[in-house]
């Protein structure tokens, strides 16, 4: 069973940094693995994405140069360090699994992206 689970969210101030993880298990780390956020009335959006080896990232254009994906499949955890945080960054944070071995990252929050944590509330005040 594909199980995904996001911790590091919190309430933080404007400017500061939050870096969140997600623990995948044994058979995602073989995946394409994505970040994405849902504010509330809103539709969930891509934030970033990294390749099963870590060679391909991509961002969304609201957090590029200011948010960075990284894995570490030793501990089998991907990273999103958030840095010069704003309020428009307040969502709850989704980390999802994609396609098997890909080095293409999709940016839309439907297949191949099928398995899901639970997300984790980040609320930034300003």
């Known amino acids: 069973q594909v199980q995904l689970v996001e911790s590091g969210g919190g309430l933080v101030q404007a400017g500061d940094s939050l870096r969140l993880s997600c623990g995948i298990s044994?058979?995602?780390?073989?995946?394409?693995v994505g970040w994405f956020r849902q504010a509330p009335e809103k539709d969930r959006e891509f934030v970033a994405g990294?390749?099963?080896?870590?060679?391909?990232?991509e961002y969304a254009d609201s957090v590029k140069g200011r948010f960075t994906i990284s894995r570490d499949n030793a501990k089998k955890t991907v990273y999103l360090q958030m840095d010069s945080l704003k309020p428009e960054d307040t969502a709850v944070y989704y980390c999802?699994?994609?396609?098997?071995?890909?080095?293409?990252?999709?940016?839309?929050?439907?297949?191949?992206?099928?398995?899901w944590g639970q997300g984790t509330q980040v609320t930034v005040s300003s």
């Open positions: 999802a699994a994609g396609a098997y071995y890909s080095d293409y990252v999709a940016r839309e929050a439907r297949n191949p992206y099928n398995d």
């Open positions: 044994e058979r995602t780390e073989k995946r394409v």
């Open positions: 990294i390749s099963w080896n870590g060679v391909n990232k």
